[in-house]
T-cell receptor, first 113, second 109 residues
Framework: DADVTQTPRNRITKTGKRIMLECSQTKGHDRMYWYRQDPGLGLRLIYY???????NKGEISDGYSVSRQAQAKFSLSLESAIPNQTALYFCATSEGESTQPQHFGDGTRLSIL | GQNIDQPTEMTATEGAIVQINCTYQTSGFNGLFWYQQHAGEAPTFLSY??LDGLEEKGRFSSFLSRSKGYSYLLLKELQMKDSASYLCAFLDSNYQLIWGAGTKLIIKP
């Protein structure tokens, strides 16, 4: 079983819809991250959380929100989806220091029409 | 400001050696990571360098020069499965990861 699981793996939806992407992990890591990846661009950080009561905005948080329901679960919501949010979304986890590597889920490919 | 740069695409031959460069500019630096990402898959960790010098892990080695703002990933005895994108990312003064756009490596028989 994957250590970092993202659901759904693929989603096609329409402009204006609310969407939730879910991430769960069995690695026991405190830190969790949400990124988006677009062709020709590096990974861009949307939100991150260092523990259950900690939520921080990343580089591109506008239009997104997150919820850290438990140590193992971190969900990303798009309140009203727009076409330029079409991208590949990754969840990642890491141990308690920034010098530790991040472990990524398999990604969610999101298309907004 | 800070930025990071790596070539968009490289081509190499199976069995050969390839060096993928990464240059960065930042006022504060706390180490540099390399990740491998096969098409449509998750990035996976390859290496982390915080001190100058070369670190070897099997066929893969990573080098860092902090004074030059430069790192490279060296892949030896290339195999077809090494066809992937290679992402470099550095930790800035606030321990935030700044990612490069990735280098797509194409291996030809």
């Amino acid at each position: 079983d994957a250590d970092v699981t993202q659901t759904p793996r693929n989603r096609i939806t329409k402009t204006g819809k609310r969407i939730m992407l879910e991430c769960s992990q069995t690695k026991g890591h405190d830190r969790m991250y949400w990124y988006r990846q677009d062709p020709g661009l590096g990974l861009r950080l949307i939100y991150y959380s260092f523990d259950v009561k900690d939520i921080n905005k990343g580089e591109i948080s506008d239009g997104y929100s997150v919820s850290r329901q438990a140590q193992a679960k971190f969900s990303l919501s798009l309140e009203s989806a727009i076409p330029n949010q079409t991208a590949l979304y990754f969840c990642a986890t890491s141990e308690g220091e920034s010098t530790q590597p991040q472990h990524f889920g398999d990604g969610t490919r999101l298309s907004i029409l | 400001g800070q930025n990071i740069d790596q070539p968009t695409e490289m081509t190499a031959t199976e069995g050969a050696i390839v060096q993928i460069n990464c240059t960065y500019q930042t006022s504060g630096f706390n180490g540099l990571f390399w990740y491998q990402q096969h098409a449509g898959e998750a990035p996976t960790f390859l290496s982390y360098n915080v001190l100058d010098g070369l670190e070897e892990k099997g066929r893969f080695s990573s080098f860092l020069s902090r004074s030059k703002g430069y790192s490279y990933l060296l892949l030896k005895e290339l195999q077809m499965k090494d066809s992937a994108s290679y992402l470099c990312a550095f930790l800035d003064s606030n321990y935030q990861l700044i990612w490069g756009a990735g280098t797509k490596l194409i291996i030809k028989p």
